[in-house]
């Protein structure tokens, strides 16, 4: 019976240390606010380093850049930024993920934007980006 008892506490304890810890949202965060100081001064180079290898294989970085132009272009520079939320997403079978939620002025338009970003080669990169202009 203490064998069973042993062998159930034993399976539990390896359940719990499967699961990876969060995501530090303080190193997250540097990674968002850096990408999108880069992008605000229109700093192309290297841009492609603040993505994960799925995000950048989804499409060329001209592709991407041609985008974060566009916005910029269509919002304005940006004024002020302001952190809203961080929160830690786990699904099994899927890296740890943090989507970290800025609102942020731009000179023409209000912005929420949303960065999911997650551990790949070489640090904390971001996998998808997402901007809502506030009614």
């Not at 910029?72 to 890296?95: C, H």
């Not at 740890?96 to 990169?125: A, N, P």
Request: charge should be negative.
């Amino acid at each position: 019976n203490l064998m069973k008892h042993l062998l159930a506490l034993l399976f539990i304890f390896s359940l719990t240390a499967c699961a990876e810890k969060p995501l530090d949202t303080d190193t997250a965060k540097k990674v968002v606010e850096a990408l999108m100081d880069k992008a605000d001064k229109g700093d192309w180079e290297g841009i492609e380093d603040f993505y994960t290898a799925e995000f950048n294989a989804s499409e060329t970085v001209e592709v991407k850049v041609q985008k974060l132009i566009r916005l910029r272009d269509t919002m304005g520079p940006i004024q002020s930024k302001e952190f809203v939320s961080a929160t830690n997403v786990a699904e099994f079978g899927r890296p740890q993920q943090v989507v970290v939620k800025y609102k942020v002025v731009h000179s023409r338009v209000t912005s929420i934007e949303t960065f999911t970003v997650q551990e790949d080669e070489g640090g904390y990169k971001v996998s998808s980006q997402m901007v809502e202009t506030e009614s």
